[in-house]
């Protein structure tokens, strides 16, 4: 185990020099990480210089407990590539994936159980290392989804078909629905 991934006698990582750690208050944890793993730029500013993307993800986990995972959103990935995710990074480590913008942009909720069982069966592969799944809607206009009514209507009945055992979360980018 790397040694920023070890754990003191409390439970908690041990910090190293490029750590932030947070302990446990009232047993809930904060994980702490990126929107992404990759990005312009992190070649010698993150990454050491020379390393190998596919050994990007590995060395990430070395430094932080959970990663955004925002290719999810274009499309459904392998399961060869979510498999080669899970196996790279320690126990502990957590996943948080968006859900695909064909869910979420394109049938806005509706006739959506295929697309989502096939994304939730493919996450599944990640096991206990599956975090929140996030459902990052769109700003809409009001030729889509009048005001927040017409979005809880058909928000209220998608929820109500999410199967257990998931933890989920929304990002709602219409302010003006947020007062409610």
């Known amino acids: 185990m790397p040694p920023s991934m070890r754990k003191d006698d409390s439970g908690s990582r041990a910090a190293s020099d490029s750590d932030i750690v947070f302990r446990p208050m009232n047993g ?3 994980f702490l990480g990126t929107s992404s793993f990759t990005a312009n730029g992190w070649q010698g500013a993150f990454y050491p210089r020379g390393l190998k993307a596919a050994d990007y993800l590995a060395y990430y986990a070395e430094h932080f407990s959970t990663v955004e995972i925002d290719s999810t959103f274009y499309a459904c ?104």
């Open 77 to 180: 990935p392998a399961e060869r590539t979510v498999a080669n995710w899970g196996a790279r990074v320690p126990e502990g480590f957590v996943f948080a994936v968006k859900a695909p913008q064909v869910i979420t942009h394109e049938k806005v909720l509706r006739d959506c159980g295929v697309e989502l069982g096939e994304f939730l069966k493919t996450m599944d592969l990640l096991g206990a290392k599956l975090g929140p799944v996030e459902f990052q809607f769109p700003y809409f206009s009001k030729s889509v989804l009048p005001d927040r009514h017409a979005f809880t209507d058909r928000l209220v009945p998608f929820l109500k078909k999410l199967p257990g055992g998931y933890r989920f979360a929304a990002e709602i980018r219409n302010a003006g629905w947020l007062d409610a």
């Open 28 to 30: 809930r944890h904060l």
